[in-house]
């Protein structure tokens, strides 16, 4: 008998021992795998339609996001289209279990848990990415704390201000707010201050560039009551360099070449014509080019839209530039022939013994002036002193009505008349480029630093 107890006590001591050399054995991770929760543990008696801490006050959610990418800026529509990390942080006491390890739940069984009712209230169109399942990712921790992070495209409104377009910088937003539960329920919160948002440092786009941005935790009130709400706001600069080649200096180059027609003689009509039509046309084009990617909106006179004026102004004042020229160049020859014509007429006149006169009522009549013989001839003297008193008495009239209109019409033709036509491209090869140079220098200065 003792000797049988003996063997019983030496098979004991030998399993203890195998038991202690391999603790890693199966039956201990078996044993370990027992203390894991599993779904139908955690939600025994859980009631995702009820919040945590009900009753208890509200239900503190922390929030983070990551900026993936921001697609398009669209000024026609005032909006852009960005790709999100949002990722929700919030702590259910009935979901607690023993350890220090969490447990990632497959995305699809969220309907099983109660999540926060988050949404953009200036979002215009959004879904979530499903390739090739519902970008969602649900983390459980020991304490209770939910981790719910999901992945969405959406459009979301901007209100732009383009008066200084393209020079022109844009503050946008991205707003959270609970759809139905008020500040009651639950409370929102950045969970690390400005440093909850990432992505924006190094985000590349192809017309702005991020310039700053900040976190705000505010409250949205309606008329059903008062909602959390957070925002970050963050700045865009527009780079110009783009508009710079791509209109500015086409639409100088396009004012330099109006002034070409400058050192061109007024004689060349079909050379000074066709240039000047031709920059006015092109400068027309290239407005309407820059005006396709832009609202049709009144209430915005754009910095490039000014420009684009302005340089309008002066490629068509070069063009009035040459019609001016050339209608005092064609009124100065006119006026040169009419002198001539004059004075060979009275040169003629003198020569015939007749001197032109213009009268009230028969302005074209002329007077010629001789020895009258219908006169009786038994009277010749006292004929011919009456002739001479009457023509002594009327030559002195006659002076007198030629000198006056000859006054007036050249006073007249003085006010409109140049005396040297081809003084007028002359002054405009200065006034033009320096007017040009004085206005570009308030335009830059009011538009880049005001």
Same mark, same amino acid.
């Given at each position: ?8 006590? $030496?098979?004991?001591?030998s399993?203890t021992?195998?038991? #202690?050399m391999?603790p890693?054995?199966? *039956? ?9 929760p599993t779904?139908?543990?955690?939600m025994?008696g859980?009631?995702?339609y009820?919040?945590p =801490? ?6 503190? $959610?922390?929030m983070?996001?990551d900026?993936?990418?921001i697609?398009?800026i669209?000024e ?6 960005a790709? %999100?990390?949002?990722r929700?942080?919030?702590r259910?006491? &009935?979901l607690?279990?023993p350890g @220090?390890?969490?447990?990632s739940?497959d995305?699809?069984l969220?309907s099983?848990? *109660?999540?926060?009712?988050?949404f %953009? ?5 959004s879904?979530l990415?499903d390739?090739?399942?519902? @970008? &969602?990712l649900? &983390?459980?921790? /020991?304490n209770?704390t939910v ?5 969405i495209?959406a459009?979301?409104? #901007?209100n ?5 377009y393209?020079?022109?910088r844009q503050v #946008?937003?991205l707003?959270?707010e609970s759809?139905g ?8 919160y *950045? +969970? ?6 990432k ?14 941005y900040y976190?705000?935790?505010s ?8 909602y959390p709400?957070?925002?970050l706001h963050?700045a865009?600069?527009r ?9 500015y ?5 396009l004012?330099?070449?109006?002034w070409v ?9 079909p050379?000074?014509t066709c ?9 027309t ?10 609202? =049709?909106? @009144?209430?915005?006179i754009?910095a490039?839209?000014v420009?684009l004026? %302005?340089?309008?102004?002066f490629i ?6 040459y019609? #001016?020229?050339?209608? !005092? +160049?064609?009124q100065h ?7 001539r ?7 003629e006149?003198?020569g015939n013994g007749?001197?032109p006169?213009? +009268? /009230?009522?028969?302005?074209n009549?002329s007077?010629?002036i001789?020895?009258t ?7 010749p003297?006292?004929s011919d002193t009456r =002739?001479?008193?009457? /023509?002594?008495?009327?030559a002195?009239g006659q002076?007198c009505?030629?000198?006056s209109?000859?006054?007036a ?6 006010a409109?008349?140049?005396e040297n036509?081809?003084n007028?491209d002359?002054?405009?090869?200065t ?9 570009? $220098?308030l !335009?830059?200065l009011y !538009?880049l630093?005001?």
């Amino acid at each position: 008998m003792s000797v049988q107890l003996h063997a019983l006590l $030496i098979l004991y001591l030998s399993f203890t021992q195998c038991g #202690c050399m391999y603790p890693n054995h199966h *039956w201990g991770e078996w044993n370990d795998s027992q203390l894991l929760p599993t779904i139908q543990k955690l939600m025994k008696g859980y009631n995702r339609y009820l919040r945590p =801490n009900f009753n208890e006050g509200p239900v503190e $959610i922390g929030m983070s996001l990551d900026i993936a990418s921001i697609d398009a800026i669209s000024e026609i529509n005032m909006d852009y289209t960005a790709t %999100i990390f949002l990722r929700q942080r919030w702590r259910d006491s &009935r979901l607690v279990f023993p350890g @220090n390890e969490s447990v990632s739940v497959d995305g699809r069984l969220v309907s099983l848990l *109660w999540i926060p009712d988050t949404f %953009i209230p200036d979002s215009k169109r959004s879904f979530l990415h499903d390739v090739t399942v519902e @970008n &969602r990712l649900i &983390r459980i921790f /020991s304490n209770g704390t939910v981790l719910y992070a999901l992945r969405i495209t959406a459009t979301i409104a #901007c209100n732009m201000d383009l008066t200084k377009y393209p020079m022109d910088r844009q503050v #946008c937003s991205l707003q959270l707010e609970s759809w139905g539960y008020n500040l009651q329920d639950v409370v929102f919160y *950045w +969970t690390r201050g400005n440093d909850s948002v990432k992505g924006l440092d190094t985000l590349r786009l192809a017309q702005y560039s991020v310039e700053s941005y900040y976190t705000t935790v505010s409250e949205a009130v309606y008329e059903t009551g008062q909602y959390p709400k957070l925002v970050l706001h963050f700045a865009l600069r527009r780079n110009v360099l783009f508009f710079i080649l791509e209109t500015y200096v086409p639409s100088i180059l396009l004012v330099v070449l109006s002034w070409v027609s400058f050192w061109i003689s007024q004689s060349s009509v079909p050379a000074r014509t066709c240039i000047g039509v031709t920059t006015v046309l092109t400068m027309t084009t290239l407005m309407m080019g820059a005006r396709t990617s832009l609202p =049709n909106a @009144n209430c915005f006179i754009k910095a490039i839209d000014v420009y684009l004026g %302005i340089c309008f102004t002066f490629i068509f004042g070069a063009l009035l530039e040459y019609a #001016c020229a050339h209608f !005092y +160049t064609m009124q100065h020859q006119t006026i040169e022939d009419l002198h001539r014509d004059l004075l060979r007429e009275f040169n003629e006149s003198n020569g015939n013994g007749s001197i032109p006169i213009v +009268t /009230s009522t028969q302005p074209n009549q002329s007077v010629e002036i001789s020895s009258t013989a219908e006169e009786p001839t038994e009277q010749p003297a006292n004929s011919d002193t009456r =002739n001479n008193a009457g /023509s002594k008495e009327k030559a002195p009239g006659q002076g007198c009505g030629l000198s006056s209109v000859k006054n007036a019409s050249r006073r007249a033709a003085s006010a409109f008349t140049v005396e040297n036509p081809h003084n007028i491209d002359r002054h405009a090869r200065t006034v033009f480029p320096t007017a040009f140079l004085f206005v570009n $220098i308030l !335009y830059w200065l009011y !538009y880049l630093f005001l």
